[in-house]
């Protein structure tokens, strides 16, 4: 008898609707993976709660202005039925879900499907291809605590940890910036500077042997020299919050220093994100786009997501594959 075998998407998620906003905050500020300083178990909710209703109105208001709420589980479920497709092309008959740390479907939901159903054997697949605790570590250790919870243990399980350096992560990527270049007028294409933004993260997480600041700069490279594009680049990061020192510089800093040296054109390359949400569709094509152009940068874009682009479909196969081969 064949083994039943499930994939398991780990995304972020995000609020599907205004009034998804403030629960889904507390829940990402209720992570102990999020705030872990000395002590946290004793007040973490009554300080997630305290952040989230003030985070709250604001975050709305830019919800409001990319149509009421996040496309990251629509263009997940895309991921996953294209995903199952690429899987049964290759001989494997797989379920693909999806697994959000903070908004539905979460986790417990995901855990008690797969114990309804009766699966065999599951390959964890971060949607996250740069390993960091706060994202692919915060998922798994959510994942082992509702297993435990359930007494899941039926299935086995393998995780894949990170996938930065895959070639056809890189292809894709290479892929996307060259779709955004087509858009340039040819003329103006010299004056382009490529931007590759990353979501940030404490710098305590690096010195805490953190390794995601390290795939990133290593898909960074990959994708500069597979790409040979012959245009000027950077790097930087974005969504910092609270006091603490992040990640930089920051897509706001590299901004500016392009606009002092007179760059007139820029094409921002999401590096760390597989789909579109508020990091991508508002701090990136709405804040930072605004910020561009009020200091005299002419010609602002943005990579296209890449969702269910080909070549990162078939990278995401081939990951499955060689968990399930291993």
């Known amino acids: 008898?064949?083994?039943?075998?499930?994939?398991?998407?780990?995304?972020?998620?995000?609020?599907?609707?205004?009034?998804?906003?403030?629960?889904?905050?507390?829940?990402?500020?209720?992570?102990?993976?999020i705030i872990d300083i000395p002590g946290a178990f004793l007040f973490r909710k009554t300080l997630a709660r305290i952040i989230s209703s003030r985070r709250a109105p604001k975050v709305q208001k830019l919800y409001e202005k990319i149509g009421g709420g996040s496309p990251i589980l629509v263009?997940?479920?895309?991921?996953?039925?294209?995903?199952?497709?690429?899987?049964?092309?290759?001989?494997?008959?797989?379920?693909?879900?999806?697994?959000?740390?903070?908004?539905?479907?979460?986790?417990?939901?995901?855990?008690?499907?797969?114990?309804?159903?009766?699966?065999?054997?599951?390959?964890?697949?971060?949607?996250?291809?740069?390993?960091?605790?706060?994202?692919?570590?915060?998922?798994?250790?959510?994942?082992?605590?509702?297993?435990?919870?359930?007494?899941?243990?039926?299935?086995?399980?393998?995780?894949?940890?990170?996938?930065?350096?895959?070639p056809l992560y890189i292809a894709a990527l290479v892929e996307n910036i060259a779709r955004a270049l087509e858009r340039v007028p040819r003329e103006e294409r010299k004056n382009l500077h490529l931007v590759f933004s990353a979501h940030g993260t404490p710098l305590k997480l690096v010195k805490q042997g953190d390794p995601y600041s390290h795939h990133i700069r290593k898909t960074y490279e990959l994708v500069v020299g597979s790409g040979n594009f012959g245009l000027p680049h950077h790097l930087c990061f974005q969504s910092k919050v609270g006091p603490q020192k992040w990640l930089e510089p920051s897509l706001t800093q590299t901004i500016e220093m392009l606009a002092s040296k007179k760059v007139s054109h820029v094409i921002v390359v999401p590096i760390a994100f597989v789909t579109d949400h508020i990091e991508t569709l508002s701090e990136i094509n709405m804040e930072a786009r605004e910020e561009a152009e009020h200091l005299g940068i002419k010609y602002f874009d943005m990579m296209p997501a890449l969702i269910a682009n080909e070549k990162f479909i078939a990278c995401l196969t081939d990951l499955v594959l060689q968990q399930l081969n291993n």
Not at 12 to 23: F, H, N, Q, T, W
Not at 111 to 124: A, G, S
């Open 75 to 166: 263009q997940t479920e895309l991921q996953a039925r294209r995903l199952k497709e690429s899987l049964a092309k290759q001989g494997l008959a797989a379920e693909v879900y999806i697994a959000m740390r903070y908004w539905h479907p979460m986790t417990k939901e995901v855990v008690d499907r797969l114990q309804r159903e009766k699966v065999d054997e599951v390959v964890l697949l971060p949607l996250y291809p740069h390993f960091s605790k706060v994202s692919t570590g915060s998922s798994m250790n959510e994942w082992k605590r509702n297993v435990a919870l359930s007494n899941a243990n039926h299935f086995s399980t393998k995780l894949v940890e990170s996938y930065c350096d895959h």
């Open 1 to 33: 008898m064949s083994k039943k075998t499930a994939v398991v998407l780990f995304q972020l998620g995000g609020p599907d609707s205004l009034k998804a906003i403030e629960p889904f905050l507390y829940n990402l500020f209720c992570d102990p993976d």
